[in-house]
């Protein structure tokens, strides 16, 4: 089962357009349900009242609040990676692909906040299978941007002395943390957030062939022993 | 009320530092039960049979499920500000106590795992007032840190394109992050990781004001328009 089919489960008596339509409805308001009360307080009657269905019309489409907690946390998923893996993504070298994809990564957090801190909160609630299914997905979106970061140090683009598993997780701690402090009302919006931020990863990672001694990074800011 | 004066209440009929420790007890396994069950989930009872307490004992230390949840974030809050300002955190250049911040920041982060994801996770579930003064406290964390940047740029020595602020919340993401992912029994030890991330910071700040063009990191892997 990969994590689209659950899209396209349970369309009984309907077309599939407007089944599809409604699931995204559901599943947009149990993610502000989930956010605003937390996963555990959260009911299926509330998630009912708030698209104006009775809860038994409700089962049609889920059998559970685990389903509906995973058809948020595997939807942003997918969303998420259609997102970095649109065209244009493998446009450039591998410096201007890291910034296409800080870029998308971060405008992607700022316009979806809400599935977004549904997915880190409480993605731990879901079943085993379920959970481990999630963790997988993730592993497999970290291997991107690490791949991206190794193949620009073969490209002598990215500093040699970058490890590309931690430099990863590191960009993707930074990009992933502003569902934490985001404000749309703010004074810097998502763009400008996610131009500063994919300058901060390539000026973070690149490094001139010319100039670099192993280790120099190390020394850069180091207090004398 | 300051963070630190919850620590001091309630030591009725003991000394203070037996009842500091038997506080530092009960904290910690509370810590342990909200990070395996879900804070919703978890009782004062799991609390109580964790540390071989009546739960009538326990009340002695805590009124209510909240207290615990108070003392596991404000007492990790407090733990985490005298790290990042223990001696040593003034010495050198800004770039220098930028990689020291950095360093300290992971080291602990790697340390106090579980109490570090009851922070993250669970301190929305504190009543209003509690929960306006964690976030004030964050606030202040996040301000040293924005302070360090902006002395950097001062000194000449970090970007002065850079917005302090998003820098601030970029690293802090960045080494906040590492509770999803650090694995004790790794093959990257904690120091690594935070010597690999310390290494990203100042790299991704830094810049030399003799070769500082404005736009300059924005121009660095950018496609051609």
């Known amino acids: 089962v990969t994590l689209q089919q659950v899209e396209g489960e349970d369309e009984v008596g309907e077309t599939a357009a407007p089944a599809a339509g409604r699931r995204r409805e559901?599943?947009?308001?149990?993610?502000?349900?989930?956010?605003?009360?937390g996963y555990d307080a959260?009911?299926?009657?509330?998630?009912?009242d708030a698209v104006g269905m009775l809860k038994g019309s409700l089962y049609h489409y889920i059998r559970a609040k685990d389903d509906l907690l995973f058809?948020?946390?595997?939807g942003v998923h997918d969303d998420a990676i259609r997102n970095v893996t649109a065209p244009g993504a493998d446009d450039g070298d591998a410096l201007a692909r890291i910034r296409t994809f800080v870029e998308r990564h971060v405008l992607f957090n700022t316009q979806n906040l809400t599935a977004i801190a549904v997915?880190?909160?409480?993605?731990?609630?879901l079943r085993e299978e379920r959970r481990h299914e999630i963790l997988a997905a993730r592993d497999r979106y970290t291997a991107l941007l690490r791949d991206l970061v190794a193949e620009g140090q073969r490209e002598g683009l990215v500093c040699p002395d970058v490890d590309p598993g931690?430099?990863?997780?590191?960009?993707?701690?930074m990009t992933n943390w502003v569902y934490q402090w985001y404000d749309?009302?703010?004074?810097?919006?998502?763009?400008?957030?996610?131009?500063?931020?994919?300058?901060?990863?390539?000026?973070?990672?690149?490094c001139d062939p010319a100039t670099h001694r192993p280790g120099h990074r190390g020394a850069a800011g180091r207090l004398p022993a």
Do not use: H, N, T
């Not at 997915?119 to 609630?125: G, N, P, S, T, V």
């Not at 810097?188 to 901060?200: E, L």
């Open 26 to 37: 559901i599943r947009d308001a149990a993610a502000r349900i989930f956010a605003e009360k």
């Open 71 to 74: 058809e948020i946390v595997a």
């Open 166 to 173: 931690i430099a990863a997780l590191a960009v993707l701690g």
């Open 184 to 206: 749309p009302a703010g004074r810097r919006s998502g763009a400008q957030i996610a131009a500063a931020m994919a300058d901060f990863a390539v000026a973070g990672l690149a």
């Open 42 to 48: 959260a009911s299926i009657q509330d998630v009912a």
């Open 119 to 125: 997915f880190f909160r409480d993605f731990l609630a």
